[in-house]
């Protein structure tokens, strides 16, 4: 227990301090780009407003979780599939803070990787969804604005001073956010201390994860049970320093904080059985594709 311990403290020491510039870089995104200009490019078909929706879902500071009332709203203001799709992906795939985490804990070849591998696997998945027929269906929007009621063409443009903006970036950095991902956070890095601290864990990585099996298990495991990206970076860290290879933690890096139950369950209420089956095989086989290719370039 004592090593476990001083194994947590060593990740806290290194994760912290990129952590706390993650989040205040995270509270000026959201506190500086207006909805309503990230709403106009979402809803035409093509490449375009795929690309659009998976960029902006690199940099929003949103968890998987809340993405998803995003995502539903995208969907019932007019946007195409393709694009909440790659919204989807995008989103949780990454973040500031876990890049920034990812170049502290496990080197900047790995935070680059990520980066590029979330923009391809959210564009590619995307462009799938672009290409499936789907017809929305007709849900009523609970509007949360009062003006919006009285006035139809609303535009959500609320002026602040610049000590307001000030104020309200910092509460969401360092208030809002960590209240939303903080359990997931302090998970991820127990889960972290505990496979690097239990000799029979790593005996186990290193007897049955350095070849093709970790891959299987990165699926399986990324699957099943879901972790924010910051916290994925400790985990996949520890993983690896007890033998699985780069290319699966790479690939559990990617998948891992894309699905969860309450993605499933989304997905399948709001565009049935089909489609979730489409999104989840397109993001296993694309997870395994970058992994293999990152495994390649690493080695």
Known sequence: MPHFAHVFVHYLYEILPALAIGFFISGLVHEMIPED???KYLGTGGIEPVFYATLIGTLLPVCCWGSLPIAVSFHKKGAKLGPV?????????????????????IGIKFAVYIFFAVIIMGVTIGLIGNRIKHVPKNIPEKIPCPHCETDPGHIHTHEKKLKDRIVSALKYAYIDLPKEIGLELIIGILLAAGVATFVPVGRLIKAYLGGWIGYVFSIVFGIVMYICSTATVPLVDSLMRQGMNSGAGMTLLLIGPVTSYGTILVLRKEYGIKILAIFLSSLIIISLIL?????????
């Open 291 to 299: 992994g293999f290719g990152f495994e390649l370039i690493a080695s």
């Open 37 to 39: 200009k990230v709403l």
């Open 85 to 105: 799709l790659a919204f989807l992906v995008a989103t949780p795939a990454t973040s500031i803070s876990a890049l920034l985490v990812a170049y502290s804990v």
